[in-house]
């Protein structure tokens, strides 16, 4: 079975500091991964996603996430975070084939001015 | 806005009310998605609609009935809700084309209903 980690619940940064969001993901094959966001009230807005190519995925505002085969890690960054970043992450994954999206459970983000 | 809307936003219902949940897509895409999200627990996919054919059931209990008219409605029907169905319920849909796999794509989702059930 497939399932994507979200190892920390929340994640604190100062304005301007670079800011890392894990993830870490079990599927078997190539992993088709991505991120979203969700905003208070809002529904998962799609940031970035990795399907092949190139290990660094450039996505929406700014943020960039890094595969990682060996360590099969997907840590979503930022290299100077911003307040309006202030929400709720989530990872999600799947394997090649007919499967479904597993999404982790979020990691709620926390910019302070 | 993503170009997937649901209403109502918010509903309260009682245990014996029905009720139903509807999303619209107007991005022209082919498969349609319920989620349920829960604080603390990962997205529960619950059905999936591909060409307006069901084609994922996650073991939903049958008091949440889906239907899918045409590409662009989806609704969620509620009957003898429990409490612990209380939940923010997410419509997500996607493009992928006939005979692929319908979640290939970047899913955009829609903002929510929030369900109490009291």
């Known amino acids: 079975a497939q399932s994507v980690a979200q190892p920390e619940d929340q994640v604190n940064v100062a304005e301007g500091n670079p800011l890392t969001v894990k993830c870490t993901y079990s599927?078997?094959?190539?992993?088709?991964l991505f991120w979203y966001v969700q905003y208070p009230n809002r529904g998962l807005q799609f940031l970035l996603k990795?399907?092949?190519?190139?290990?660094l995925v450039k996505g929406s505002y700014g943020f960039e996430a890094e595969f990682n085969k060996s360590q099969t890690s997907f840590h979503l960054k930022k290299p100077s975070a911003l307040v309006s970043d202030s929400a709720l992450y989530f990872c999600?994954?799947?394997?090649?084939?007919?499967?479904?999206?597993?999404f982790g459970i979020g990691t709620k983000l926390q910019v302070i001015p | 806005e993503t170009g997937v809307t649901q209403t109502p936003r918010h509903l309260v219902m009682g245990m014996t009310n029905k009720k139903s949940l509807k999303c619209e897509q107007h991005?022209?895409?082919?498969?349609m998605y319920w989620y349920k999200q829960s604080a603390k627990k990962p997205l529960e996919l619950m059905f999936v609609?591909?060409?307006?054919?069901?084609?994922e059931n996650n073991s939903v209990p049958s008091r949440f009935s889906p239907e899918c008219p045409n590409s662009s409605h989806l609704f969620l029907h509620l009957h003898t809700l429990q409490p612990e169905d209380s939940a923010l319920y997410l419509c997500?849909?996607?493009?992928?084309?006939?005979?692929?796999?319908?979640?290939?794509?970047?899913?955009?989702f829609g903002p929510g209903t929030r369900l109490l059930v009291l």
């Open positions: 997500a849909s996607s493009q992928g084309a006939s005979g692929e796999n319908p979640y290939q794509e970047t899913q955009y």
């Open positions: 991005l022209g895409h082919n498969a």
């Open positions: 990795y399907i092949t190519g190139d290990n």
């Open positions: 599927v078997s094959g190539n992993p088709y």
């Open positions: 999600a994954g799947r394997a090649g084939g007919y499967q479904k999206v597993t």
């Open positions: 609609y591909s060409l307006e054919e069901r084609v």
